[in-house]
């Protein structure tokens, strides 16, 4: 996945911090849109792990079991 376009918990030293950069983002709109116009995945290609029937065989054979 592309790490430019979405907000990673793990980058964060606490959950306080977090909360505060989602607040920053939303009352940026520049940088609310940096994240809007970057692709999800890297170089726009969708690695098989995460296509629709392999995130429905993990949902059903690990989520749902």
Not at 13 to 32: A, F, T
Not at 47 to 52: I, N, R, S
């Amino acid at each position: 996945m592309n790490e430019k376009a979405f907000i990673n918990y793990g980058d964060f030293h606490s959950m306080d911090s977090l909360v505060e950069y989602v607040k920053k983002v939303d009352q940026d709109n520049q940088l609310y849109q940096q994240y809007i116009e970057e692709p999800l995945f890297k170089n726009n290609i969708i690695k098989d792990e995460f296509k629709p029937d392999a995130v429905l065989s993990f949902f059903e054979n690990t989520i749902l079991k």
